[in-house]
Nanobody
Framework: EVQLVESGGGLVQPGGSLRLSCAAS????????MSWVRQAPGKGLEWVSG????????NSADSVKGRFTSSRDNAKNTLYLQMNNLKPEDKAVYYC??????????????WGEGTMVTVSS
């Protein structure tokens, strides 16, 4: 069974950092494009960051560029999202997802259940 499980969310002060984890099972995440998508309270889904399969090139949305970075640990079959200089508007449920292709960050087929990030003083 293909499964994604996120962890690492919580409460952090503005300017702080968090690292989210996404443990994959049932497939090898390094072979596929993996994405982080968030949903702020009362808003729609926003693609945030991703890492492609194979070589692992990364990309991020303009709203988080320079602050958020995707990475992965192939040995642990785990995806990470390092979030620095967090802002109150980063408050959201963060989902890990994959298109089950090597380079497509759209048409996400498999989703985790999400982890909540709250940025507040």
């Amino acid at each position: 069974e293909v499964q994604l499980v996120e962890s690492g969310g919580g409460l952090v002060q503005p300017g702080g950092s968090l690292r989210l984890s996404c443990a994959a099972s049932g497939f090898t995440c390094s072979n596929y494009a993996m994405s982080w998508v968030r949903q702020a309270p009362g808003k729609g889904l926003e693609w945030v960051s991703g890492i492609k399969g194979g070589g692992g090139s990364t990309n991020s949305a303009d709203s988080v560029k320079g602050r958020f970075t995707s990475s992965r640990d192939n040995a642990k079959n785990t995806l990470y999202l390092q979030m620095n200089n967090l802002k109150p508007e980063d408050k959201a449920v963060y989902y890990c997802a994959t298109s089950l292709t090597d380079s497509n960050f759209e048409f996400l087929e498999v989703w985790g259940e999400g982890t909540m990030v709250t940025v507040s003083s």
